[in-house]
């Protein structure tokens, strides 16, 4: 008498298992975090994901969909494709997240907020503290 495995008994046996296991709720003690995409190098926006590999899935999907506004030029003048990080979010670019004052958009169901105009607000405001403190 042979004995069989029990994936031996019918070959739809596992991926039954399989799409039952998909449907069982578990519960998840993770919470979503808040990540930033760099772009060269520049913080360029924030954005709210639960695990790291959907994060890193979002941003480069946001780059490619943005690859035109985004591209640079290398030195003989070829296209240079963007240098791309996903990396959690620092106090500042979280605090910038969590304030929306109009710099949220969607994309792909996802609320991101632009890091680019907050760093050249920021700019722009030490300029004129700078200025005030000299005169």
Do not use: C
């Not at 790291?52 to 494709?81: F, M, N």
């Amino acid at each position: 008498m042979v004995i069989k495995t029990p994936f031996e008994h019918n070959a739809n046996v596992a991926q039954g298992f399989e799409e039952a296991m998909r449907d069982v709720s578990v519960p998840s003690h993770y919470s979503p975090s808040i990540f930033t995409l760099e772009v060269n190098g520049k913080p360029t926006f924030a954005f709210r994901a639960k695990w790291q590999a959907e994060a890193e899935r979002l941003g480069k999907d946001w780059v490619y969909s943005h690859r035109d506004q985004i591209s640079t030029k290398g030195s003989h003048g070829t296209e240079l494709p963007p240098v791309i990080k996903v990396r959690i979010a620092r106090a500042s670019e979280r605090a910038a997240f969590e304030t929306d004052d109009g710099r949220a958009e969607l994309y792909d169901g996802v609320r991101i907020v632009r890091l680019i105009e907050a760093d050249h607000r920021q700019e722009r405001q030490d300029d004129v503290i700078k200025g005030d403190e000299a005169g």
